[in-house]
Structure formats: C-alpha cells, structure tokens
C-alpha cells in the first residue's frame, strides 16, 4: 500500500541541497542521490512502511527516509 503510493508520486520524491552531500556521504556513492533512491524504490523485491511522518524504503543494503508530505528524501543509510 504505502510502496503504491510513493510509486503513483514517484515525480515529486526530491531532496534538499543538504540533503544531496548526506545521502551520498551516508550510501558511499558518487551518483545523483535522488535517481539513485528512486531505483531502489522501484526494485520488485524493495519494502516500504510507514512510521509516523515518515516513509523508510529497505532495499538493498540500505533504508532511505522520505517525507510522506512532501515527498523529500531526508537521508539514506546502510543498514
């Protein structure tokens, strides 16, 4: 349920100028972060819950952290 819906919002997921250094700092990438956490997103075998205010992705080796407001990626981490 909450996956569909980042999915149908997929255009309005961004993040913040800080927000770009943290989430490449904290994923060890090099990579736009923003397409980066999309393409987790969009993997069949990601998971998305819901706690309080915020979206957490788990995909991969890594959570990503999205307002469910305003679609902005806060930070991402290794897990």
């Known amino acids: 349920m909450h996956k569909k819906t980042l999915l149908e919002n997929i255009e309005k997921i961004h993040t ?8 490449q700092k904290n994923l ?3 990579e736009e972060p923003v397409g980066y956490c999309i393409s987790k997103l969009e993997q ?3 998971t ?3 706690e309080g205010k915020n979206y957490y992705v788990d995909a991969d080796d890594c959570t990503i952290t999205i307002n469910s407001s305003s679609f902005t990626i806060i930070t991402a981490h290794k897990t």
């Open 44 to 46: 069949d075998t990601s």
């Open 48 to 50: 998305v819950r819901k």
């Open 28 to 30: 060890k990438i090099n």
């Open 16 to 23: 913040t100028e800080m927000g770009i250094g943290r989430i």
